[in-house]
């Protein structure tokens, strides 16, 4: 018999990680009426969310690899209850000094959490059913930006910024004694059983998932980021419609995914790829038509959707639950460095080429094109045909083919 989910501890963990996103993001959608409160331009308040990402990109890693000894459930409440602390502070400052500093602590706080959620999910359920877990905790992300961000955008139109930045923290408070009632709790690892971090980053297949990562975030950051400029080329200046659009696909593709992850991964994740690949032709060569636009952007957020449950579950199948937390910080570091890259390209050709926006699905085109390639090569350890058991013991660093 099929064993049941534990749904109490996995909404935790997918109310953790939308906690995570607005923490991150909020600042974005908040630009003016934070630029007044806090008296500086709203280039400044941007660095806010920069300074989040960076610190995030910096500290995944090796705290991560620090606090492998500690027990898991109060290193992941106490990253949550950074989260309620900074955005506590956030919302009573006055002081643009202190509100960077309690972000770039945010941002610490949110590349550890990063790194452990998915693996405390796949250790909460068995092996059979370590996908559906991960779709449910990351499916947080995905609902946050469609839904969070919008909806506490809105919010602090008619409570204020501050107010907005408050209710996050009390949400975080109340997580905190949901996740310590309901998430199971973890040993560390001792000293002699820790595998280093390069040694895990050997593994064959580790380094083709973080590659096929690095490709998939920057190909849909480049399109994301400007969105509107290249909704707008369309003649279609209703950006809040195409969000919405791709927002409400990303939540079917998330679905979709749980269902199928557990049972073909390899083949869902070269479907969703080849969809991403197929997505941005339609946008370059007809995204000037409304209908079009609209349809291409939904198979695009479809196919996006369910990338992160379906990369992060090959990853902690190659590394096992017990090192799952540091592939996952190492992960957490390409994903950050994938958003900035991919923003910084999408700007470049936004500038630069001669077509402008209309450039922009063409950039991305080969990026996802390069990921489905390597995934259908990548038959014998990252992404193979059918379930391989792994050893998880068996932690040599190899020369071997890394695919």
Request: proline share 6%.
């Amino acid at each position: 018999m099929t064993a049941k989910l534990p749904y109490g501890g996995l909404f935790a963990l997918f109310t953790a990680a939308f906690t995570a996103v607005l923490t991150e993001l909020l600042p974005a959608g908040l630009l003016p009426e934070m630029s007044r409160g806090l008296r500086v331009s709203e280039g400044r308040v941007g660095f806010l969310v920069t300074g989040y990402a960076a610190a995030s990109f910096l500290a995944a890693i090796p705290l991560t690899a620090a606090l492998r000894g500690l027990r898991r459930r109060p290193v992941l409440v106490g990253a949550i209850a950074g989260f309620a602390l900074c955005n506590a502070v956030t919302a009573l400052s006055t002081s643009y000094a202190l509100t960077f500093c309690a972000r770039l602590l945010a941002g610490v706080m949110g590349g550890l959490m990063w790194a452990m959620l998915a693996g405390h999910a796949a250790r909460m359920v068995p092996a059979e059913r370590r996908g559906r877990a991960l779709a449910v905790v990351l499916a947080g992300i995905t609902v946050a930006l469609s839904f969070g961000i919008p909806a506490a955008t809105a919010s602090a139109a008619l409570l204020g910024w501050r107010a907005t930045f408050a209710a996050v923290a009390g949400l975080a408070l109340l997580l905190v004694v949901w996740v310590s009632g309901y998430v199971p709790d973890f040993p560390g690892e001792p000293a002699g059983a820790r595998v280093p971090p390069h040694r895990i980053a050997a593994l064959p297949g580790i380094r083709t998932v973080l590659t096929i990562t690095l490709l998939v975030l920057l190909g849909h950051q480049v399109m994301y980021t400007y969105l509107a400029p290249f909704s707008e080329r369309a003649g279609f200046g209703r950006t809040g419609v195409v969000l919405f659009v791709f927002g409400a696909a990303t939540v079917a593709g998330v679905w979709g995914v749980g269902a199928l992850i557990d049972r073909r991964p390899r083949a869902t994740l070269l479907g969703a790829l080849a969809l991403l690949t197929a997505s941005m032709p339609a946008l370059g060569l007809y995204g000037g038509t409304p209908p079009v636009l609209l349809a291409a952007v939904a198979v695009w957020g479809v196919a996006f959707g369910g990338a992160p449950t379906l990369l992060q579950t090959a990853l902690i199948r190659i590394s096992g639950p017990g090192d799952a937390d540091v592939a996952t910080s190492l992960q957490t570091t390409v994903y950050n460095a994938g958003i900035a890259a991919g923003s910084l390209a999408g700007g470049l050709v936004l500038e630069t080429a001669g077509g402008g926006a209309g450039a922009l699905p063409w950039t991305a085109l080969p990026l996802f094109a390069a990921a489905l390639a390597t995934v259908a090569a990548a038959r014998r350890y990252a992404f193979p045909g059918r379930r391989r058991p792994v050893d998880a013991h068996a932690r040599v660093a190899t020369e071997a083919n890394p695919s």
